[in-house]
């Protein structure tokens, strides 16, 4: 069993920056990824980025440049940097893992958090 937890949401003006958070615990393997999607409302939910144990990473285009995904492994935890918040970032983002990075483009990864709001005001 994977339990994921997400923190760091909130509300903040356009061109503001929040960082998430996102730990990991259960049986977790030591080479994974990690990474975040999010879901806009009326929207389907979409890949934001990704990360693996060994630190490469892939990006949504719509986020490049103003999103950053790090990670620290002795912690299981994924952080998303968000600068330049704009308006249409507002969304639930859910934190997710699998055992390869591969699974975040080409299906949907394994194990899911319960997501946390972000919501952009103008």
């Known amino acids: 069993q994977v339990h994921l937890v997400e923190s760091g949401g909130g509300l903040v003006q356009a061109g503001g920056s929040l960082r998430l958070s996102c730990s990991a615990s259960?049986?977790?393997?030591?080479?994974?990824?990690m990474g975040w999607y999010r879901q806009a409302p009326g929207k389907q939910r979409e890949f934001v980025a990704a990360i693996t144990s060994g630190g490469s990473t892939k990006v949504a285009d719509s986020v490049k440049g103003r999103f950053t995904i790090s990670r620290e492994n002795a912690k299981n935890t994924v952080y998303l940097q968000m600068s330049s918040l704009k308006v249409e970032d507002t969304a639930i983002y859910y934190c997710?893992?699998?055992?390869?990075?591969?699974?975040?483009?080409?299906?949907?990864?394994?194990?899911w958090g319960q997501g946390t709001q972000v919501t952009v005001s103008s």
């Open positions: 259960g049986r977790i393997f030591s080479i994974n990824a």
């Open positions: 997710a893992l699998d055992s390869t990075i591969v699974a975040f483009t080409s299906r949907e990864p394994d194990h």
